[in-house]
């Protein structure tokens, strides 16, 4: 008995605990990873996509997360007017003009990004009712309210008392901007020019550029 409990409890039983757990351990410092079927991270370049002459999706993404972070940083830096947490303005998403090589469809892609960014900032809709281009927000209004109603933008008619719902153009700001490109051998650079409109007054309140450079290989 002596010599059983011994046994249980000295050097022998510690060399064979030891040696049940290597048998049974994996002989790899980790799994296996299973087969990601291409997928990758947006933030990937390929080196197709480095050769390639337009702007690469993982610039544009980056680019848009930026530019949302830039716009709604400078929205502190707007004109003593400009709208506090009792008095929401009207922040309006308006054009994005592509003029780069860069396709419709990818460009598409990076307003979506920016538009949705706006939107979705906690920071934004503090002080801001965000819409889309007015024009969109008129032809919903006009489709599922039935008969075509006045301006979106308030008017002499709005002053007068018509029946439709408008924004003040005295409390609303329109963001705009431009993506320019300038291409050398080897390399292209992109410029992401945005402005943010008083529209009822046309002052451009605050603009902010960006700035993009690809090396070709």
């Not at 757990?21 to 087969?35: F, M």
């Not at 400078?74 to 400009?82: F, H």
């Not at 990076?110 to 934004?124: A, D, E, H, T």
Request: with cysteine; hydrophobic share 40%.
């Amino acid at each position: 008995m002596l010599g059983s409990k011994n046994w249980r409890n000295g050097p022998l039983a510690t060399a064979a605990l030891a040696a049940g757990l290597l048998i049974g351990a994996p002989t790899g410092c980790s799994a296996p990873e299973g087969d990601t079927g291409g997928r990758a991270s947006v933030y990937d370049t390929t080196s197709a996509e480095r050769q390639d002459g337009r702007a690469n999706l993982a610039s544009l993404t980056q680019l848009s997360d930026e530019a949302v972070t830039a716009i709604v940083q400078s929205v502190y830096d707007l004109p003593a007017s400009a709208p506090t947490e009792t008095q929401k303005w009207v922040f309006a998403v308006g054009d994005l003009m592509n003029k780069t090589g860069t396709p419709t469809t990818d460009f598409e892609m990076f307003q979506v990004r920016v538009r949705n960014g706006l939107i979705n900032s906690k920071r934004m809709r503090e002080h801001f009712i965000v819409i889309a281009d007015p024009g969109r927000v008129q032809s919903l209004l006009n489709k599922f309210q039935g008969a075509p109603k006045g301006s979106l933008i308030q008017d002499d008619a709005g002053a007068r008392g018509a029946s439709a719902a408008r924004y003040d153009p005295a409390k609303m700001y329109v963001l705009n901007g431009e993506f320019y490109e300038a291409t050398r051998t080897g390399k292209s650079q992109y410029l992401l020019s945005f402005q943010i409109m008083h529209l009822g007054t046309g002052e451009i309140a605050m603009t902010k550029d960006m700035d993009l450079a690809q090396i070709r290989k």
